[in-house]
Nanobody
Framework: QVQLVESGGGLVQPGGSLRLSCGAS????????MGWYRQAPGKQCESVAT???????NYVDSVKGRFAISMDNAKNTVWLQMNSLKPEDTAVYYC???????????????WGQGTQVTVSS
């Protein structure tokens, strides 16, 4: 199995910053993509930021210029630096990874349990 463990959520005032971390562990042969999705109350889950093992990032328009994603391939770890946070960034943030398990032949999607980010004064 592959496990994703997130950390770094919390309560922050508008304009503040938070840094989310997610480490993947288990029987991992290779990781293709890691990233972050979020789901706010009453809204659909959306992709916030993803990054390939080659270092190519992708962001949803609403966070461009404010969030930065980075990844350490050797440690199977991804970070999301969130700056200039807004109340509309409030959501549960889920870590995501597309990986191949040792002994398997196909990619599979894996998810963390989520970490709450609340932006409020």
């Amino acid at each position: 199995q592959v496990q994703l463990v997130e950390s770094g959520g919390g309560l922050v005032q508008p304009g503040g910053s938070l840094r989310l971390s997610c480490g993947a562990s288990g029987s991992i042969f290779s990781i293709n993509i890691m990233g972050w999705y979020r789901q706010a109350p009453g809204k659909q889950c959306e992709s916030v930021a993803t990054i390939t093992s080659g270092g190519n990032p992708n962001y949803v328009d609403s966070v461009k210029g404010r969030f930065a994603i980075s990844m350490d391939n050797a440690k199977n770890t991804v970070w999301l630096q969130m700056n200039s946070l807004k109340p509309e960034d409030t959501a549960v943030y889920y870590c995501y990874s597309r990986a191949i398990r040792t002994g398997r032949l196909s990619w599979s999607d894996y998810w963390g349990q989520g970490t709450q980010v609340t932006v409020s004064s």
